[in-house]
């Protein structure tokens, strides 16, 4: 499987309801991002967590980080149908590996 | 502070054209990746530059595509000549190495 790996490959849930989104990868981070694409568009930078962060949050988003499983979750809450798009996690090695992105999340809201 | 800056924002082009992309990444990052994704898939990585050097070209698909940095500053990169399945949104980021990457928004080429 590849590095920076999504789970679930797509995800529709109703407005209102929160969406969670898992990433997973095999080698030693620095850091770890998310990022949004809506259909087409530039890739828009949602959050970033160190290594030695276990929680970030930033708005209706909430991001966890589990080094010892190499795992990270992203939550979405209250969503909104501005929130569909795809979503990736990328991540970038320890020793100046180039960003890894995940195959991503495709998020659809429904009003 | 100006973020990554890419252009155009979108190319529509003739198969067997040549089309040049341009990032300009944030001013005193070293570092600069081209990333692309290709009808609806994966983010795939190109290449990576350091200052104007070419740190990692692993991921360029074939020699149709030139990346340049010179002077370590903004980056193009060409692809001649253009075939249908290049068609997809080409990113470029940037980074010091320690804060994570900063992605400009992207081109979409599309190759008709």
């Known amino acids: 499987s590849q590095q920076g790996e999504e789970d679930p490959q797509a995800l529709s849930i109703q407005e209102g309801e929160n969406a969670t989104m898992n990433c997973s990868y095999k080698?030693?981070?620095?850091?770890l991002q998310w990022y949004r694409q809506n259909s087409g568009r530039g890739l828009v930078h949602l959050i970033l967590?160190?290594?030695?962060?276990r929680e970030k949050h930033s708005g209706r988003l909430r991001v966890t980080l589990d080094t010892s499983k190499k795992s990270s979750s992203l939550l979405i809450t209250a969503s909104r149908a501005a929130d569909t798009a795809s979503y990736f996690c990328a991540t970038d090695g320890r020793y100046g590996q180039n960003f890894v992105f995940g195959p991503g999340t495709r998020l659809s809201v429904l009003p | 502070e100006a973020g990554v800056t890419q252009f155009p924002s979108h190319s529509v082009i003739e198969k067997g054209q040549t089309v040049t992309l341009r990032c300009d990444p944030i001013?005193?990052?070293?570092?600069l990746y081209w990333y692309r994704r290709v009808m609806g898939k994966e983010i795939k990585f190109l290449l990576h530059?350091?200052?104007?050097?070419?740190?990692?070209e692993s991921g360029m698909p074939n020699n149709r595509f030139l990346a340049e940095r010179t002077g370590g500053t903004y980056s193009t990169l060409k692809v001649q000549p253009a075939e249908l399945e290049d068609s997809g949104v080409y990113f470029c980021a940037s980074s010091s190495g320690l804060l994570g990457a900063f992605f400009g928004q992207g081109t979409r080429l599309t190759v008709v």
């Open positions: 530059f350091v200052k104007e050097s070419k740190q990692d």
């Open positions: 967590i160190r290594s030695n962060e």
């Open positions: 080698t030693s981070i620095n850091n």
């Open positions: 001013s005193g990052h070293d570092n």
